[in-house]
């Protein structure tokens, strides 16, 4: 789990974060928060689906369960155990 939070974080820093000084950390509101949106959402999800080889079901991959980095960990591993 912590190399999971490592590499989304590292990418949502790498991705989203370029030009703030904000900082982040695993539980930082990402969608409700205004850092990252729908677009982005979009290739967040395409990321981890090919790095992981796993498929999140759009009905799955909802704002909610994107809105921190701890969230999308807890969605990656449900569909990495099945």
């Not at 590499?7 to 539980?27: A, G, P, S």
């Not at 991959?61 to 990656?76: G, M, Q, R």
Request: aromatic share 10%; glycine share 2%; net charge negative.
């Amino acid at each position: 789990m912590e190399e999971i939070r490592d590499v989304v974080l590292d990418y949502v820093i790498k991705e989203y974060m370029e030009d703030q000084d904000d900082e982040i950390t695993y539980d930082t509101a990402l969608i409700s928060g205004g850092y990252v949106d729908s677009f982005s959402m979009v290739s967040l999800k395409r990321f981890l689906e090919t790095r992981y080889k796993i498929s999140l079901p759009d009905d799955k991959a909802t704002p909610e369960a994107f809105d921190s980095v701890n969230k999308i960990v807890t969605l990656v591993q449900e569909f990495l155990n099945k």
